[in-house]
């Protein structure tokens, strides 16, 4: 019951390392608010808590490239919570490209989602935080790309390195506010993002076993091991640890 009274927001909760910590807050006892573009799949990762008895949660769609959106979130559960205690931004999409190749179209795509939705629900969740419960906690999804360069992934190899500096821009910028922030960096994680990419690729099976390959620990990582990651970081045990950087990645990027 480490979240008992809690409230969390997760982007991107619909599904993947979203949904599983979704799950994972609400076991601990946490309110949670499953943010999502996709009302379907935002509203199957409030019943598959609620079915298991796991807790309290409600489902929001939100377009967190947009900051109208997104302040409507936030105002939504000021309003309907009374508080924020913890926001976890993890909503993002993937695209294969190199730099001279990429449409600009679908740089921007990139950049506005995975990137500028953490800007934007910091922004706003930031100044809630503060006000209605003088402390708060932010957890970035970034990623193994953020670290280190993967061939043929331009956008999103820049947009998760920024989210990196962001989150250590905003644990600078508000220590003195009691607003911790902190970035996880997972590795390469069987989630339907991963999924989907793959099955695009020519040999799906083949390119499974690359991906697993190249890293130590010989294989891809599950979504439930990314999410036992930010809860540590959302926690009262993590209370000394602000503009770190937590790699969960089978050892990829310790080479």
Partial sequence: MRFEDKVVIITGAGSGIGRAAAVLFAKESASVVVADIDQKKGLETVKLIKNRNEGKAIFIQVDVSKAESVKKMIDFVIKTKHKLDILVNNAGIYMQSNVVDILEEDWDKIIDVNLKSVFLCCKYAIPAMIKSNKCGVIVNVSS????????????????????????????????????????????????????????????????????????????????????????????????????????????????
Wanted: net charge negative.
């Fill in 144 to 255: 193994e790309a953020g670290i280190v360069g993967i061939k043929n992934q331009v956008a999103y190899n820049v947009s998760k390195s920024a989210i990196i500096n962001l989150t250590k821009s905003i644990a600078v910028d508000f220590a003195s506010e009691n607003i911790r922030a902190n970035c996880i960096c997972p590795g390469t994680t069987e989630t339907e993002l991963v999924k989907e990419a793959l099955n695009k690729s020519l040999n799906p099976e083949q390119s499974r076993r690359v991906l697993e390959e190249i890293r130590p620990a010989n294989r891809l990582g599950k979504p439930e091991e990314i999410a036992y990651g930010i809860l540590y970081l959302a926690s009262d045990e993590s209370l000394y640890t602000t503009g770190a950087v937590l790699s969960i990645d089978g050892g990829y990027t310790a080479q």
